[in-house]
């Protein structure tokens, strides 16, 4: 094994150097502080590994995304989204009779129990559908106790998976039907993921409503698209809060609530905000671009820049091409897309973008297709919160089976020191 030195105040202290499968390298520091006294800092964690993982491998400056090792592209192509959550969650595709038991099982816990309906009934309709979501999942912890401690069994484990997998999109559903003061849709056990959500999400109790195909095929995309993306924030949230050995429910609506900021899974939300307010201001998109370089300006392209990302990110690339076969094959006429397409194409060749490395999105695009699949914009978010389940189960499921310590970052204090209490009349 290679090693790191780092020196400090006349001495030398040598560190191992870790090596990934795919010859990534970064120096263990697990020994730092107790030889040298030294911790390391690193705001927003922008330079440090929180793990190891066997579950995604992503490669920003080349553009490379793949699940266990299968490039993303394949997978958006050939699979469906509970293959790939199968993949993520267990570490290989399923042989057939496997993938069957895994869609028959989630098949079967579609259904929730009959008392969230009342949960669901104290939120007002102008409520988030994010925040009726984390609730609605962390709920699920008083209708499961056994979940409660991930310790239990690993058959337990595997049942809370399960049950999260079947469920979400029923509360996702019913988030949205609260929004619109409809009555909820029970899910239809006929149906395959996608086409039950749909069902959930646009069916009139009084009509027979069936999914067009179209639009079933372009969320199984999407939702394959966002399933995992490696330590970003809602993820690491996921496996800290989990590290407490708190539970699945937990542990996910947690991840929930941090996929909810601009910054991370909002942007899908905030990027349709963005477009919408640049048409109405005439569609001026150089005006924007100069907002977004002001430095005396918090305005922000959404839906540009990643943390990782330097060159392209490969999802983008996919979802742009599939929003435009998606408006063509649903006859969607969107001005909005026009206005993307003005926007992006003037930022990339805008030297402030290009220096900064900044790109389009996964969420650039995502929003579009959204749009034209008539899912609301308040629900952008919860669809990524969709995709992105597996990938939370699989790295919770990780870092169980890894037996990692509790996730608890170090400080530098930077505050006042010592000093003495002063009577409130004194001060
Ligand atoms: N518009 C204008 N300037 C930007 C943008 C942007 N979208 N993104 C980054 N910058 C600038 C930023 O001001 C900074 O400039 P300087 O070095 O002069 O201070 C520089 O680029 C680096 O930005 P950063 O904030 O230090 O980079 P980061 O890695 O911390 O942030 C990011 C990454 C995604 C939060 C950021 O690019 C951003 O806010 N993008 C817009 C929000 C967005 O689209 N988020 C979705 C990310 S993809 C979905 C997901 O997986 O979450």
Request: hydrophobic share 40%; with cysteine.
């Amino acid at each position: 094994m290679s090693k790191a030195e780092i020196r400090f105040d006349g001495q030398v202290y040598e560190m191992p150097v870790f090596e990934g499968t795919e010859n990534e390298k970064a120096i263990e520091i697990k020994t730092l502080r107790s030889v040298s006294g030294l911790v390391t800092l690193d705001p927003g964690y922008k330079n440090t590994g929180a793990t190891t993982s066997a579950i995604t491998f992503l490669d920003g400056e080349k553009g490379i995304l793949r699940y266990r090792g299968y490039p993303i592209e394949q997978l958006a192509e050939k699979s469906t989204f509970l293959e790939v959550a199968y993949l993520l969650i267990y570490g290989d595709l399923p042989s057939k009779q496997k993938y069957e038991e895994f869609t028959q099982n989630i098949r079967e816990h579609t259904l929730v129990h009959e008392d969230f309906k009342t949960i669901l009934d104290g939120f007002p309709s102008a409520a988030h559908p994010m925040g009726v979501l984390s609730s609605m999942v962390t709920a699920l912890t008083a209708f499961y106790p056994e979940a409660l401690d991930p310790n239990r069994s690993w058959e337990s484990v595997d049942m809370g998976i399960i049950r999260m997998m079947a469920k979400l999109p029923t509360f996702a559903a019913w988030a949205h039907k609260n929004a619109k003061g409809h009555p909820v849709i029970y899910p239809d056990n006929r149906l395959d993921y996608c086409s039950n959500f749909l069902k959930m999400m646009f069916a009139l109790p009084s009509e027979d409503y069936e999914a067009d195909p179209v639009v079933s095929a372009a969320l199984e995309k999407l939702l394959i698209l966002h399933a995992d993306h490696e330590q970003n924030c809602s993820t690491s949230t996921v496996r800290i809060v989990g590290s407490s050995q708190a539970s699945l429910a937990s542990s996910i609506s947690a991840g929930i609530s941090a996929l909810w900021g601009p910054l991370h899974g909002g942007a899908n939300q905030a990027v349709i905000e963005m477009l919408e307010a640049i048409k109405n201001d005439g569609g001026d998109t150089k005006k924007y671009l100069n907002k977004a370089k002001d430095k005396d300006d918090t305005f922000r392209l959404m839906g540009f820049g990643h943390r990782v990302y330097k060159n392209f990110d490969p999802r983008a690339k996919i979802i742009k091409k599939a929003a435009d076969s998606v408006l063509l094959k649903l006859g969607v006429n969107d001005p909005i897309l026009e206005i993307a397409k003005g926007l992006e194409e003037a930022a990339l060749e805008d030297p402030y973008f290009v220096e900064k490395k900044l790109y389009p999105n996964v969420d650039f695009y995502s929003g579009i297709i959204y749009r034209a699949l008539g899912i609301p914009t308040n629900m952008f978010t919860v669809m990524f919160a969709l995709g992105r389940l597996p990938g939370w189960i699989a790295q919770w499921k990780e870092m169980r089976e890894n037996n990692e310590p509790i996730g608890r970052p170090r400080q530098i204090y930077t505050g006042a020191n010592e000093r003495d209490y002063v009577d409130v009349n004194a001060r």
